[in-house]
């Protein structure tokens, strides 16, 4: 079985331009989530994808979109970067389960705004 | 709110002895499931064990066990005869059943095996 595969690995931007990240999702899952995590911070939850819709968000402003593919991969949008934007993108696939508790993380996108 | 907490950003343990790694939770759900993760600097979070809310038994992964105590909302995770690769960061997480999938981080501790 693949496990979650995240692209790019590292990224630089300028402030106010806008990024696309990917993630595949393991085979057998069929929800992903993405989550952001600043230098020296545990990851924040960004939002939740299943069956192609968003499943519950995180605080963050609607610059942050996303979209979930019928193969159940997904890629995270962000418009407008700001420097704070700068950080670890961990993408994490599941299956929607109430009693599951099997998370695959990527090893994730470094993105640094300039 | 739910919100989790380690208060040791950095520990030290010497070669094969062991370690127990802090882990606070706040949430007044009953159905919940609490997760530590390690995370090498290549920043992949890798899963290393699992403790549901009404789990009996603290939960078990060869190496690592995890020591609930319900009643003080504590999840420490214990590593026994720590090796040089354990040496990493470590994050206690939660998931709250009716909350979906979103899983909450702690800040994270950071631990370093001396040979």
């Known amino acids: 079985e693949t496990g979650v595969t995240q692209s790019p690995t590292h990224l630089i931007k300028t402030r106010g331009q806008q990024v696309t990240l990917r993630c595949s999702s393991q085979s057998g899952h069929n929800t992903v989530s993405w989550y952001q995590q600043a230098l020296g911070q545990g990851p924040q939850f960004i939002f939740q994808?299943?069956?192609?819709?968003?499943?519950g968000r995180g605080n963050f402003p609607p610059r942050f979109s996303g979209l979930q593919f019928p193969n159940y991969s997904s890629e995270l949008n962000v418009n407008a970067l700001e420097l704070d934007d700068s950080a670890l993108y961990l993408c994490a696939s599941s299956f929607r389960d109430t009693r599951s508790y099997g998370y695959t993380f990527g090893s994730g996108t470094r993105l640094t705004v300039v | 709110a739910q919100k989790i907490t380690q208060t040791q950003p950095g520990m030290f343990v010497q070669e094969k002895e062991a370690v127990t790694l802090d882990c606070t939770y706040d949430t007044s759900d009953p159905s919940y499931g609490l997760f530590w993760y390690k995370q090498p600097s290549s920043g992949e979070m890798i899963f290393l064990i699992y403790?549901?809310?009404?789990?009996?038994q603290n939960a078990t992964e060869g190496r690592y066990s995890l020591n609930f105590q319900k009643a003080r909302k504590s999840a420490n995770l214990v590593i026994s005869a720590s090796q040089l690769g354990d040496s990493a960061m470590y994050f206690c997480a939660m998931r709250v059943t009716n909350q979906g999938g979103k899983l909450i981080f702690g800040q994270g501790t950071e631990l370093s095996v001396k040979p």
């Open positions: 994808y299943y069956r192609e819709e968003e499943n």
């Open positions: 403790q549901g809310s009404y789990d009996q």
